[in-house]
């Protein structure tokens, strides 16, 4: 299988808005809601920031939304900050019982 | 505190094989479906295994099937990763990570460095 599209880099200048979609099919994005997300910061392990497409754990701002409209999901961020700039990977279950990641997104805040 | 540790990694030959371990701690390990999860260096992340809470159910990504076996031990709170026949391409970073839902990775370890090379 091969792994969920996203875009290679996305920017944005403090303050703004942006959102980082990811691509699958039916068979994994399309076919559950069950979608996440993950913040990886240079040489640290990732954190979740959304899962089930658009919930949200404990302690992760409300800056950071999910959704999802037939294979494509997408996050984003609200309000930009400095602190925000990281990879982005998205994450679906699929119907071989099985998980696939995006290719992950560099967010760069200007 | 919810604590995942890993530990086993190291420079391997190819062909060769080795046995990653992971330690939980700060909860009722065997509830949770565990995973892990590899990232080559600069590369993304790709999903490699899981297994459900009492060992009895695996699943492994096309890549490593067959070749990687997954194991639970619940009375120690281990998790462990068999790898044999090791090639370059399973050189990576290791995570441990706990499964929520089906679609919570919740949390990491700090993974641990797997180098395959002659």
Not at chain 2, 86 to 105: H, I, K, P
């Amino acid at each position: 299988q091969s792994a969920l599209t996203q875009p290679a880099s996305v920017s944005g200048s403090p303050g703004q808005s942006i959102t980082i979609s990811c691509t699958g099919t039916s068979s994994d994005v399309g076919g559950y809601n069950y979608v996440s997300w993950y913040q990886q910061h240079p040489g640290k392990a990732p954190k979740v920031m959304i899962y089930d497409v658009s919930n949200r754990p404990s302690g992760v701002s409300n800056r950071f939304s999910g959704s999802k409209s037939g294979n494509t999901a997408s996050l984003t961020i609200s309000g930009l900050q400095a602190e925000d700039e990281a990879d982005y990977y998205c994450s679906s279950y699929t119907s071989s019982s099985t998980w696939l990641f995006g290719g992950g997104t560099k967010l760069t805040v200007l | 505190e919810v604590q995942l540790v890993e530990s086993g990694g190291g420079l391997l030959q190819p062909g060769g094989s080795v046995r990653l371990s992971c330690a939980a701690s700060g909860f009722t390990f065997s509830t949770y479906w565990m995973h892990w999860v590899r990232q080559a260096p600069g590369k993304g992340l790709v999903w490699v295994s899981r297994i459900n809470g009492d060992g009895s159910d695996t699943s492994y990504a096309a890549s490593v099937e067959g070749r990687f076996t997954t194991t639970r031990d619940n009375a120690k709170n281990t998790l462990d990763l068999q790898m044999n026949s090791l090639r370059a391409e399973d050189t990576a970073v290791y995570y441990c990570v706990r499964g929520g839902s089906r679609s919570r990775f919740d949390p990491w370890g700090q993974g641990i460095l797997v180098t395959v090379s002659s």
